[in-house]
């Protein structure tokens, strides 16, 4: 049996090459995850390891929970500086400083920081061109930012930190050891000591960080044990080492769940895949019935029919697996490049390396999906009888009435899942009641293929090869349906994720246009080093003695902590304003000015936390000792501020920042709000990270980000999509193999090849469009599940993305006449004659 099985396989070299394609692809998503972050990972090791290494001991403030730490002064650098074992001892002064580039625009980075520091000479920098900064309005630039922006020494450069916009001239470029740019596509300048305090800091004589070295004969880990017995327990004291080991641990676990995001999506092409290998055993296994029926008749047992499908599972997952583990390699490193240029190329990759979890996974994936695949058609294969070595055609269809009840109850189990995980904020119970859901309508798909292709197919049977093509498509609803079902995965998951983002945006424009009746939006554009942009407070007031404006508030935003619980809070300037503009209306209490040891809540948090007007809560804010607040009302169901608590503006002195995140204008009545725009933009002038920004234009901004979403969606899903696309090639070039006589028998009586391309044609295009159709509406159904979950946090419309619906279906029957080209040109070019013959 080993031997004949063997022979079997090698004498359908097509019929593996197709079986095993799909699991090549989903080996190598995978392998090509883990070879990607294993060598990202190693990467940042290494830069972390050089950006400290000169580094023998650091002394840092000590962090509190929920409190920003304190600064460094001179006397801490001078006690460092006196503990045993210290040659040297110097403050580190560091904070976010972002460039405007010639364009008049703040210079961004694809995530690497962009920060200033004081220039000392005593880094890793080096100076390539110029000198050092000594004047106040003098800088020196890294070598990548000079290159991004374009400047050379000379110019002028505009910055912004914790002030307004600055200008500065450029007398000096540095750059790294081995001739780097950057350490990692940051974007850095250098200040003179005390201006990198008063702008980076916002105080004089004030550090960061203490960098000590070791004098010599000393130890990193000896002179870490004098520097913290002499400074006292109010400062971490670490060695170099340990501290690039904990920088890189930090990007290291960010990488592991960049990691499980794309062995996700590698599981749902995997996942794709098993319908593809069960639909390809099945047919082969309806082909070889006459062969099996005769090895049957010869004397072999179930088992070793099984054995021998089984063993053919193996080898094509094993073959499978080592191809896509070396396609997984190439794919790993290709990634790794491109993340490496997105940051200017200056992430120095460290060698390509294959780490053992991507060998032991491929192998583990590639062959046991292939043989969990295999199982159904092997036991079918195994109930042959050896009578039907007599027979010349295929095993007749089954009937649906037994997979039609197994499907409707796993349907309904895959939905309740679905509910409690909802429920139950239970992403593995989603996940998993997502996974069930889908094999059940894979179940009920025969008993829809029928009636469905039917009807798709009369849209393309006004001529003969369509007729026939719309009839092929449907004699085998199992086939179809399988092959339908791959199709439907990749296509229902990109649909839900569209109906959410649907919902989300209508949801925004909703609220944008009832509950909102505010005007103008100043706000920052996006995430900037871990925070929004910010501006004055005298802008502020700027802006509410504009001439037109009625009203105008804005607020301090900042994490707060009540006990363990962080919260996130927000100090308004003006409450009635915040009242008027936002629709609010009181749950209890009034609505009026907070006192400075008062606080506001909306009706949810409120009920969580169990307070009520009156109540006292503890907060602890960045600065200072924990504060004792009142409660002074709490407000009805809004959709503005779910879960934020509402500070009095004097309790934004406490924040990391006092300076304003965000304000919103109330023009007056019959004043045109383009024309107040226009006199509100003058005072951001200096702040190009500020926009001011009509209702209208703030939802686009703010629900353009669900493009990006689904486009990045779109991208990881597509490798699902392309292995259902390999499905329908598999299927019908397996099914032109099975149908070789009747394709001869058809040719023979008159049908021209260009017919028999557009019959298989029909039937790639029906089979593809019923997958999408599918994937459609399982999409839209996921689609409302979340939404309706969702309701609670602010998604209260229902929206469909019914233009992208529809070119899902065009792209759908596009994919069929794609996939239809190498089995349509196969089935012209047989050979009438043999074609007859065969078999």
Not at 162 to 184: A, C, E, H, N, W
Request: aromatic share 6%; glycine share 10%.
């Amino acid at each position: 049996m080993f031997k004949a099985t063997i022979k079997s396989l090698l004498s359908r070299k097509l019929r593996l090459v197709l079986s095993a394609l799909a699991v090549v692809l989903g080996v190598m998503f995978v392998s090509g995850s883990f070879v990607l972050t294993d060598t990202l990972q190693r990467s940042f090791t290494d830069m972390f390891s050089t950006v400290y290494a000169k580094v023998d001991v650091s002394v840092a403030p000590k962090k509190e929970k929920g409190k920003q730490p304190e600064l460094l002064t001179p006397q801490a650098v001078a006690e460092a500086k006196a503990a045993p074992g210290v040659a040297e001892a110097h403050g580190l002064v560091q904070g976010s400083a972002r460039p405007i580039g010639k364009n008049g625009k703040v210079i961004t980075t694809s995530g690497a920081p962009r920060f200033g520091f004081a220039w000392t000479g005593l880094g890793q920098e080096e100076l390539r061109d110029g000198r050092a900064p000594n004047a106040d309005d003098e800088v020196v630039l890294g070598a990548y930012l000079a290159s991004t922006g374009g400047f050379e020494v000379g110019d002028e450069i505009g910055l912004l930190t914790l002030q307004p916009k600055k200008t500065f001239k450029v007398v000096g470029i540095y750059g790294y050891p081995g001739g780097r740019d950057s350490m990692g596509g940051e974007l850095s300048v250098g200040f003179t000591e005390p201006v990198a305090q008063q702008l980076l800091l916002g105080k004089k004589d004030v550090f960061t960080e203490i960098r000590v070295k070791a004098a010599n004969g000393t130890s990193a880990d000896t002179l870490r044990d004098a520097v913290a017995a002499k400074m006292g327990s109010g400062y971490d004291v670490k060695t170099g080492a340990a501290l690039a080991k904990e920088q890189a641990d930090r990007i290291n676990d960010g990488l592991k769940f960049f990691n499980y995001v794309l062995l996700g999506f590698a599981g749902i092409a995997l996942f794709v895949g098993i319908f593809i290998i069960l639909n390809t055993f099945s047919i082969i296994v309806a082909q070889r019935t006459r062969e099996l029926a005769l090895l049957r008749s010869m004397g072999a047992s179930r088992g070793q029919v099984i054995g021998s499908v089984v063993l053919e599972a193996i080898v094509i997952g094993l073959i499978a697996s080592i191809v896509g583990l070396g396609a997984g390699v190439g794919v790993g490193a290709l990634l790794a490049g491109i993340f490496s240029r997105i940051g200017g190329g200056n992430l120095h990759l460290a060698g390509l390396g294959v780490p053992m979890s991507a060998v032991i996974s491929s192998f583990a994936v590639g062959i046991i999906v292939t043989v969990v695949a295999a199982v159904m058609p092997a036991l079918r294969a195994s109930r042959i009888a050896p009578v039907a070595a007599m027979r010349e055609a295929a095993t007749p269809d089954r009937p649906l009435t037994k997979v039609t009840i197994i499907g409707a109850l796993v349907v309904a189990l895959g939905g309740t899942a679905l509910g409690f995980g909802f429920s139950k904020a239970s992403l593995t119970l989603i996940f998993g009641g997502i996974l069930v859901a889908f094999v059940g309508v894979a179940l009920l798909t025969p008993l829809l293929s029928r009636p469905m292709v039917s009807l798709i197919g009369r849209l393309l049977s006004w001529s003969m090869p369509g007729l026939l093509g719309r009839r092929n498509s449907a004699r085998n609803p199992r086939r179809t349906a399988i092959t339908a079902a791959a199709l439907m995965v990749g296509i229902s998951l990109i649909t839900g994720v569209s109906v959410v983002l649907t919902s989300a945006t209508k949801s925004i424009e909703k609220l944008a246009a009832g509950q909102l009746q505010t005007d103008l939006i100043i706000s920052g554009e996006g995430q900037l080093e871990g925070q929004q942009a910010m501006f004055a407070r005298d802008v502020l007031t700027k802006v509410e003695k504009t001439d037109g404006v009625s009203s105008a508030f804005g607020w301090s935003q900042d994490g707060v902590l009540q006990g363990d619980s962080q919260l996130f809070a927000v100090a308004v300037t003006d409450v009635p304003a915040m009242k008027t503009m936002f629709g609010l209306s009181p749950k209890s209490g009034d609505i009026a000015a907070l006192k400075d040891d008062q606080l506001a809540a909306p009706e949810d948090l409120a009920a969580e936390k169990g307070w009520s007007v009156g109540s006292t809560v503890k907060l602890q804010l960045a600065k200072g000792d924990a504060r004792t607040f009142t409660v002074g009302f709490v407000w009805a169901k809004s959709q503005v501020l779910q879960n934020a608590v509402v500070l009095p503006e004097s309790a934004a002195r406490s924040f990391r920042s006092d300076q304003i995140n965000e304000a919103f204008v109330q023009v007056k009545p019959g004043t045109n709000v383009a024309d107040v725009q226009k006199r509100v933009e003058p005072l951001f002038a200096d702040n190009p990270e500020i926009s001011v920004q009509d209702r209208s234009a703030f939802v686009k901004q703010t629900t353009s980000q669900f493009d990006t979403v689904l486009l990045m969606i779109q991208i990881l899903l597509a490798l699902a999509i392309l292995i259902a696309v390999l499905g329908v090639i598999n299927t019908l070039a397996l099914s032109v193999i099975e149908r070789t006589r009747e394709l001869g028998l058809l040719r023979a009586i008159g049908m021209r090849r260009s017919q028999v391309m557009r019959m298989i044609t029909v039937e790639s295009v029906v089979i593809s469009v019923f997958g999408a159709v599918l994937g459609l509406g399982v999409g839209v159904a996921l689609g409302l599940a979340t939404v309706q979950a969702l309701k609670d946090q602010g998604i209260t419309e229902i929206g469909f993305p019914w233009a992208t619906m529809v070119q899902y279906l065009v792209v759908a029957a596009f994919v069929g006449v794609i996939a239809a080209i190498l089995p349509a040109i196969r089935a012209a070019r047989l050979n009438v004659l043999d074609a007859i013959a065969y078999e």
